[in-house]
């Protein structure tokens, strides 16, 4: 049985006596995203801690999980952020050497080659910065979403030890090795969904679902021969082929350059869905510099997007858009 008696207040700290004319009951989500997302998360969170809304539960995927679950963990953003503004590469990006890995390849015909870095030194990472071990005692109910590789379902995990779960979430394929649970192969679940607005929605009786999306686009404007041109160019066809079609709480590509939706819940629980999509500046992977002006620019613009509808979130979250309006629809402006 979960231990959520905890108030709902944000994060357990700071704020236990501010005065909420009422609790509203917020779920958020944070979608795939890579090293850029880790940042951009961060911010987001940051922001939202900021405006005083607090977290009812939260799901995430991949970058998302990552960030969400030690969030949920307990441990503070302040004490993430000074964590993020240090990190070293090495820390959680450990590819095998080049030539035992050439050697691997030629005369092994690449057996036993699952992704070019070891997972390990990510969950160290992960499990560093986790407050709570496991899911059953975080601060509130938290969700990440997976695929199995033996069964190829998609896997919404919510018990036991976090840390290998939220990088089973995060694991991309090719770059890192799968990650080994009771017996079976999880990795990134990007690969079935951006983010797992299911995982919450209509579960924990919500008034607001709010989605931070932030994974990258699948850009028909740029052909493969660009690509050839960036740096990791393995990775941006890899990006291709996960992000090649649009999550349904997103307008059609190039319909609307709004960075604020909201629509209700299309399985009828009642609550809206505000997606936020902000436009933030390239990371390559697996660079760090730069990554706290990601950070800064996602908390930004969260402020931005959301203090017009703060007092509504925190009193009447539901009759908050008397008008729901969707990204694509621009004439309702
Ligand atoms: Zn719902």
């Not at 990190?87 to 390849?105: A, D, I, N, T, Y």
């Not at 080994?180 to 990134?188: A, L, P, S, V």
């Not at 995982?199 to 686009?217: E, F, G, P």
Request: charged share 20%.
């Amino acid at each position: 049985m979960k231990n959520y008696q905890k108030p709902l207040e944000y994060m357990n700290n700071n704020h236990a006596s501010d005065t909420l004319p009422k609790y509203p009951r917020i779920g958020v989500v944070l979608s795939s995203g890579g090293g850029r997302g880790v940042y951009a998360h961060t911010g987001f969170l940051m922001a939202l801690e900021t405006l005083k809304l607090p977290v009812t539960a939260l799901a995430g995927c991949s970058a998302g999980a990552l960030v969400g679950g030690i969030v949920a963990s307990g441990t503070p953003l302040p004490d993430w952020f000074a964590t993020l503004g240090k990190v070293q590469r090495k820390e959680f990006w450990k590819p095998g050497s080049l030539p035992g890995l050439l050697w691997r390849m030629l005369y092994d015909k690449g057996r036993g080659i699952t992704g070019i870095s070891d997972t390990q030194w990510a969950i160290e990472f992960c499990r560093k910065n986790l407050t709570a071990k496991t899911f059953e005692d975080c601060q509130f109910p938290f969700y990440a979403l997976a695929i199995n590789l033996d069964s190829g379902e998609k896997t919404i995990f919510s018990e036991g030890e976090i840390a290998p779960r939220i990088m089973a979430s995060a694991a991309i394929p090719i770059v890192y090795q799968p990650v080994k649970i009771n017996g079976e192969y999880f990795c990134d679940g990007a690969v079935v969904d951006f983010a797992p607005t299911d995982a919450i929605c209509c579960l924990h009786n919500l008034d607001v679902v709010i989605v931070h999306h932030v994974s990258q686009r699948f850009d028909q404007k740029k052909s493969i021969d660009h690509a050839l041109t960036e740096p990791w160019t393995l990775l941006k066809i890899t990006d291709r082929l996960l992000y090649r079609n649009r999550p349904w709480y997103l307008s059609d590509e190039g319909a609307s350059s709004q960075r604020i939706s909201s629509q209700r819940c299309p399985c009828g629980c009642g609550a809206i869905i505000i997606v936020i999509e902000p436009e933030l500046p390239e990371l390559t992977w697996p660079m760090t510099r730069g990554g706290i002006h990601v950070l800064r620019e996602a908390q930004q613009q969260t402020t931005e997007l959301l203090t017009p509808f703060q007092a509504a979130l925190q009193t009447d979250s539901r009759g908050m858009f008397p008008k729901v309006f969707k990204a694509c629809d621009d004439n309702n402006k």
